[in-house]
């Protein structure tokens, strides 16, 4: 909710940007945002996920860039098992089709550090979803990992409330001492967008034109150089 909601906002209020699809189990929000209709946004809630890739497929028009920052919890979940198809399996089926709808463009929200062969569930999980990802064929590929984000959110547990307050302390202080580690939900959403439109054009940085990695401290220098 707290990423998904920030993506909305940015891609709405871009100027390149004509046409927003999202696809939800809840009513999006978007900060700072009006309560008169964008004519740019279509929203799809949808409860069922299971049915999530069929509804992309049949987007009009097509899409051209994916954003996907799907994702949940063990204890959300209810289980590991249930975790996985959440966020692999339906990540990856709704990518298959945005891919076969026409995206030419994969913006996939990951985790610092994520790697297939972590010894840390969470971890292990998202570098399989990444893995998983650069065999789906995208021209090319985004994978943002950032570290503790922070903002607001709906539900929040006590490492992580006390992780947003040091890093909000730190920031304050320089923004050298939180951009390694903590990135605000606000950048992570506009650092995706940019790359997204970046790759659009052809304009991938040397030896990243097919998968673009955006590490925790990529995320400010991307904004800063637009």
């Avoid at 090319?140 to 922070?150: D, E, K, N, Q």
């Amino acid at each position: 909710i707290l990423l998904g909601s920030h993506f909305l906002a940015n891609l709405l209020a871009h100027t390149s940007i004509s046409h927003v699809d999202t696809i939800s189990r809840r009513t999006p929000h978007a900060p700072a945002a009006g309560s008169t209709p964008n004519p740019k946004l279509i929203t799809i809630i949808e409860k069922d996920t299971s049915r999530w890739a069929s509804r992309i497929s049949q987007l009009s028009p097509p899409p051209t860039i994916f954003f996907s920052g799907l994702g949940t919890t063990r204890s959300q979940a209810g289980s590991l098992e249930n975790q996985y198809k959440l966020e692999l399996d339906t990540n990856i089926e709704c990518a298959k089709a945005a891919r076969d709808a026409g995206a030419k463009v994969y913006v996939l929200v990951s985790s610092g550090s994520a790697s297939s062969s972590s010894m840390l569930p969470y971890l292990k999980l998202k570098g399989q979803i990444e893995d998983a990802a650069k065999e789906l064929g995208f021209e090319r590929t985004i994978f943002l990992r950032p570290g503790v984000i922070t903002g607001q959110r709906g539900q929040s547990r006590p490492f992580e409330a006390v992780a947003r307050f040091v890093a909000s302390s730190a920031g304050k202080l320089h923004s050298s001492l939180k951009d390694g580690w903590a990135q605000d939900a606000d950048d992570i959403a506009n650092a995706g967008i940019i790359a997204g439109l970046k790759s659009l054009a052809g304009e991938a940085p040397a030896g990243s034109e097919k998968v673009w990695i955006i590490e925790q401290g990529d995320i400010a220098r991307l904004i800063r150089e637009g």
